[in-house]
């Protein structure tokens, strides 16, 4: 997996923006992040399992899905070439 920082505005709240490009055979795992942070993502290509641990869902092209960013999470790409966008929110 590759991910690239894009942006970290000046808010009350911090959004950091990635491009994330994954491929299959390798699960990301992620521990929770501060309280209240919120995880965004919109997938451009491939598929994708991502969320929370114990409620992952899959996303393809063009799939949105927002969970919380303070429980253990995973990105699984389940395509080659699978590429998203996310954006985290902490308060």
């Known amino acids: 997996m590759a991910s690239t920082a894009s942006t970290a505005p000046a ?3 911090r959004r950091d923006v990635y491009l994330m490009e994954l491929e299959p055979g390798t ?3 992620a521990e929770a992040h501060t309280a209240r942070s919120i995880e ?3 997938v451009g290509a491939g598929r994708l399992r991502v ?3 114990q409620e992952p869902v899959e996303l393809g092209p063009g799939d ?3 969970f919380p960013g303070d429980v253990p999470h995973r990105y699984e790409a389940l395509a080659p070439g699978t590429f998203a966008v996310l954006v985290m929110e902490h308060p």
Do not use: L, M, Q
């Open 27 to 29: 699960v990301r795992t």
């Open 64 to 66: 949105y899905a927002t």
């Open 40 to 42: 965004h993502i919109v």
């Open 11 to 13: 808010s009350a709240a």
């Open 51 to 53: 969320g929370p641990e």
